[in-house]
């Protein structure tokens, strides 16, 4: 009983101190311009809750088509990855190609300060008419994830046993076959935390995208971070605006939870 | 926060928009651009906030009238730099009308026009109506905005700096006579860095002491300032212009040409007084100036949480002074001059692109934005102060007294003061402006934290500052006075 | 490994005939680099492009405007005696072993307390993977708000309780701050994958120790840590991939004020602020190469662990 006390306790005590700040987020996105700096703790969670953030989030910011730039980007950006990965991590895990030494180099891209990175990739943009377009930020963050998302399932491949492609190929099957029917489905949990992780990564970005778009790829986290502005920071809209960003990712974490749970093992435990 | 003091301007706004015709005869207005034949839109940022939405309905008159589509991106004002440089530099010509701080001016001065240039080809009253125009503005902040004697931007809204003090506090009979009694002169807005000490000390209190004859229900700072690395710099060079020093001393020829650039012996030395001094004041301020950018400040003096904010944007009082109203009834903002009456100055201004492709109506966007129908709408509604001493002398004959005519009649008095000091200044003369400045900021931080000392971080700014001035600039050579 | 190539029977057949592209892309001898080919040239194009743009002005000085100017390697011998570089660098090695030390302990410990069935599970799983969904940059501009010394709800809630307010940005401890904060949005990546983990391990062999009779401590000594050793180990080189890069949570708080310079941001302010491409660009290739060597060590531990089942 007292076991189960101390698990309960503990438990709840490290869910509060996550949850929180998140909690926060919603409370503060509910509040009007004088509840936001109140200082005693009651008004801190009693106030009264107006919906005025959002709708001026709506109607004077475009909230809305920002929010679908985000959600182009990264959708697209992240099935363009997964398959480009797919690929690349196969014929490192199967065929070990490169000997380690391509699979180094490949990770070892996510190393380089990227603000450095940016002026050059910004002239090259600029001369394939690449800024401000959803092609243009879907490639940076394609290349931006690839490397990560290759290296993870670089270990997923690994602990689909050799024998049943063989096997596979001696019934007569091709290469793709192969690939297609018998390694593809032993791999669905690797898929789909390297996806969550792509897109994840992908919808919550920054700094690439406030400065390589401009108003009709702009994504939602450049808007929400324009109100952190010079005369004010209006900490209403951005959580009203976070509170909704936050939604689709939380849903998409929601359903694939069991996934990851059983992904996250990188293919690297053996027993 | 700004929201009430808006809608109460509303109806004040309407009234004026009633009566505007009267003032409209003398003043440059819509009617008078020319038919625009080149309809290709215009790019360009606008400041995200509240205050600054204000100046929608203004670009969307702009292209009612002239047929002009205008793109408006809505950018913080910390990533403008960033921003629009990538952009210049790389030459997408994406931005007609350019955002600019005032101290890049002369570092882009290659990448924009000379207005008198674009007056002279698309203004029917040639170079003479710009410079009527300009006749209206504030010479210092004009001066912000040239590059080598020529204007390349005209100001949108200035950020002056000045001192706020909460005027019922001083105004206050118990508070006065105590003081009085403590240093032997009166409690009024100080004019010298020792009077800010003597009050800071005065004023910094603990919960259960008494204010105004009622005790405190929380802690009392005498100061608050923004000494995070934000704006660390500009509250230094507050202080060190009054010494009659500079960050570096520009050295002219008899024809105004600069020969040199020198950090002089005595601008090192006033720095290490000025700094000294600004960390020895943090000890009457709250721990959190430290990290403290100007709505720090905003919110410690609209909470009556401090006495005074030596140097802050006078463009913040409308802000602080709609939380003060609710928060502390009773309570008002006073503003003057900082100590030693040099504030930092500057604006966020509009210049036109070289490469725009629809210059002349890039060039009627800016005078229009920076005009005295728009200059008093962004007054009014939103706080943001114009550069224009019209706009100001309109606002303080016309509107009560506080909060804006007080703010006309300082920034008429501190241009006045300060219009032959700007010009020279280090910042205004320098193409390595904008990286110097910003150099600054986290040089100067570790002395006010004392993770170094003021002597080490004095040392670390000169090399630094001699590297970057002549790494960007090539018109002239930095060097130290040995 | 090419000698488990199966035997190219079916095609042989046809060997007469010239092959097909999609054939030779596909055949036996060419499909591990056919598969390659996307990766490999989007790094070069995104990758090549930038490194020898930044090693060019790496030996300039530029500004963005003008003509670069050949400085030899001035910016590197400048940068080897600059302090606030050398400063950053040591403490982002200080909060990345900070960080992954306190992950590793926090999210075991968690991982251990939640490897089980209980009522709600999925509940308490799903509100602790919450933190990695957020933006970390936005995350920064709200901590900045909760953590504030006058206005922060954390000072309310302290002072509320009588506990005195905490000014979190001090000089001497605001580097833990930013600490914090990474770990409170990462913790959940760590407790997760040793979750995973813990979940997969065979039942049968604790099972048999359960019955010699070994100690709890012993069977986590002996039996769970070495198991779980090649997922500790991609823990840390995965953390220490990314917190070598750590920019976003400075961005909305001090901005490399009070003692939290870190590697990433010098670099952002030197290069993106400041443009001074030429002496960015050389602390970006320093700082790679130094890092690259570093992960190099524990990469190479690392692939030996993961190595193909054979």
Redesign the interface.
Known sequence: MLKKLLFWVTTVLVLAIIVAPLAWIYLTAFKG??DL?A?DLKRFVVFKPTLENFVVLFR??PFWPNLLNTFIVSVAGTAVTVICSLMAAYSFARWNTGGGDILFMTVSTRMFPMAVA??PH??FF?NLGL?DTHLGLTLLYVFFNISFATFLLYGFFNEVPKEVEQAAMIDGYGRIEVFRKIVFPLIGPGLAVTSVFCLIWMWNEFFFA??FT??DARTVNV?L??????????YGLMTAGAAITILPTLIAAWFMQRYIIRGLTFGAVKG | ????SIKAWCGLLLLWGLTSSAYAQSNFTLDDVPALKNKKPI?LIL???????KALPIIEAFTKKTGVPV?V???????V???E??EL????G?YDVVYVETSWTT?WS?LLYKLKDLANKFDPGKSAALEKEMANMSPSILATGQAYGNQMVLPFYTFDMTMWVRQDVFDDPTEKANFKTKYGYELAAAKTWEQLHDQAAFFTRKKGEMLKGQPLD?DLFGLSMQA???QDNDETTARLWPTGNDWVTVVKDGTGKITKFVITKADKEALKTVLAEYKNDLQWD???A??AN???VV??I??G?AIIAPTI?A??TV?ADG?LK?KVPGGKIGVYPTPGGQPYTGA?SYGVAKSTKNPEAAYWLVRYLTSYEAGLRMFKEAG?IPGRIDVMETVSKNEPVYPLGMLAKYHIDIWKATGKYIPNHYYYNT??G??VY??QI?VL??AL???KTVEQVVE?LTKQTI??QN??D?TAPCVEEK | MLSNSPPLSGLAGEAARKPTIWETLTSERYFRWTLLIPLLVLLAVFMLYPLIYSIYFSFH?W????DPIFSGLHNYR?LVFD??FLLAFWRTLEVTLICIVVELGLGLGLALLWNRDFKGQNVVRGLALLPLLVAPLILSLLWNFIL????GALNHILSALGLGRV?V???SI?LYTICFMTIWQWLPFSTFVLLAGLKSLPRDVFEAARVDGASRWYTFRRLTLPLLSPLIMIIVVLRSMWLIRLFDPLFG???????T?LLDWITY?TS?????I?YGSAMAILSWAVTMALCMVMFRQLMKQMAPKT
């Open positions: 311009p004088a700096f200082s004077d910011y940016a002026v910004f002239v600029k800024l406030f400065l401009r108003d808007l971070s324009s109100f952190w502005g010079g005369l004010q920071v209006q | 926060m700004l929201h009430r790019h400041e995200t906030g509240d205050g600054h939405s793109n991106e809505r950018v913080a004002s910390s990533g730099y960033g921003k440089n990538v530099m790389a030459g997408t994406h570092e290659d929380h995070g690395a934000y709250s721990p959190g430290l990290t100007f709505d720090f919110a410690q609209g909470n949480n944007w463009n913040c802000w939380i609710e966020w943001l193409k390595a904008g990286k910003d150099n986290y931080a570790p934290t004392g993770e670390d590297d970057l790494k960007f090539k | 000085d500004g963005m405007q003008g400048q302090q606030n504030d010394f006058n206005f000014n940005w001090r000089p605001a708080t001090t901005r490399g004020g009070v003692n310079e302010r993106f602020v400041m443009f001074d030429g």
